[in-house]
C-alpha cells in the first residue's frame, strides 16, 4: 500500500512566487515526516522534520511545513522562490508501527519542481 | 562535522560481476540505512543496520547483502550483477532508528 503520495510530478513557477508542495500519507498512527532535496547527480539533504510539537515547522532555505492531522498531509512551502530552489522534492515518512523504533524511510515519488527566471 | 561518506562515487561493472560500495556514517551514528534510486522505481529500501545487527530488510533478492562494523561504517554487496541494477544507492545515517537521517552523495552504479 502507498504511504506517501506527492501528486504534483512537475510544478513550474516563476521566480519570486510562492511555492507549496503537496504531501499526503495514508498510516493510522502520527508518522515521522520529513522533506528532502535532490539536486543532479547528487544525495539527498534535508529540508525539515516532524516529529511532534508545533505543526508548523521552519526548516533551512527558508521553506516551511505544515503538519494537518485531518488531512494526513504536511505540505511544503516557500513565500519567494529562488532559481537555485529548482531540484526534485522528495516527502518521506517513518512508521512508528506498534512502538517499533525501525527507521525505514517510505518516500513519495518527488516533485521536480522548474523555476522561470 | 563531516557528513556521510560514500566510496566510490561512480562505478561501472558487467553483468554477472559483482560490487561492493562502502559507507561511512557521521561520527557519532550508529544507525546506517541503504536505499536504491532508479528513475522508473524512485527510492527503495534496501537495508538498515544498527549496532552491526540488520534490523529490517526491503523487498530485495538475496543477491543484496550487507554489514555494519563495529565502528558503524557499512557496507553493501552486490553478486551476479544483473543491467537492472544499474542505479543510485544511497546511504544514510542517524544517530539512531527512528530519527532524521542524513544522506551520502551516492554511488552511482552502471552496469553493462
Known amino acids: 500500500a502507498q504511504s506517501v503520495t506527492q501528486p504534483d510530478i512537475h510544478i513550474t513557477v516563476s521566480e519570486g512566487a510562492s511555492l507549496e508542495l503537496r504531501c499526503n500519507y495514508s498510516y493510522g498512527a502520527t508518522p515521522y515526516l520529513f522533506w528532502y532535496v535532490q539536486s543532479p547527480g547528487q544525495g539527498l539533504q534535508l529540508l525539515l522534520k516532524y516529529f511532534s510539537g508545533d505543526t508548523l515547522v521552519q526548516g533551512i532555505k527558508g521553506f516551511e511545513a505544515e503538519f494537518k492531522r485531518s488531512q494526513s498531509s504536511y505540505n511544503l512551502r516557500k513565500p519567494s522562490v529562488h532559481w537555485s530552489d529548482a531540484a526534485e522534492y522528495f516527502c518521506?515518512?517513518?512508521?512508528?508501527?506498534?512502538?517499533?523504533?525501525?527507521?525505514?524511510?517510505?518516500f513519495g515519488r518527488g516533485t521536480q519542481l522548474t523555476v522561470w527566471p | 562535522k563531516a557528513g556521510v561518506t560514500q566510496t566510490p562515487r561512480y562505478l561501472i561493472k558487467t553483468r554477472g560481476q559483482q560490487v561492493t560500495l562502502s559507507c561511512s556514517p557521521i561520527?557519532?551514528?550508529?544507525?546506517v540505512s541503504w536505499y536504491q534510486q532508479t528513475p522508473g522505481q524512485g527510492l527503495q529500501f534496501l537495508f538498515e543496520y544498527f549496532s552491526e545487527t540488520q534490523r529490517n530488510k526491503g523487498n530485495f533478492p538475496g543477491r543484496f547483502s550487507g554489514r555494519q562494523f563495529s565502528n558503524s561504517r557499512s557496507e553493501m554487496n552486490v553478486s551476479t550483477l544483473e543491467l537492472g541494477d544499474s542505479a543510485l544507492y544511497l546511504c544514510?545515517?542517524?544517530?539512531?532508528?527512528?530519527?532524521?537521517?542524513?544522506f551520502g552523495q551516492g554511488t552511482r552504479l552502471t552496469v553493462v
Open positions: 518521506a515518512v517513518i512508521r512508528a508501527d506498534r512502538g517499533s523504533t525501525l527507521g525505514r524511510l517510505y
Open positions: 561520527s557519532g551514528h550508529r544507525s
Open positions: 544514510a545515517s542517524s544517530l539512531a532508528p527512528s530519527t532524521e537521517a542524513f
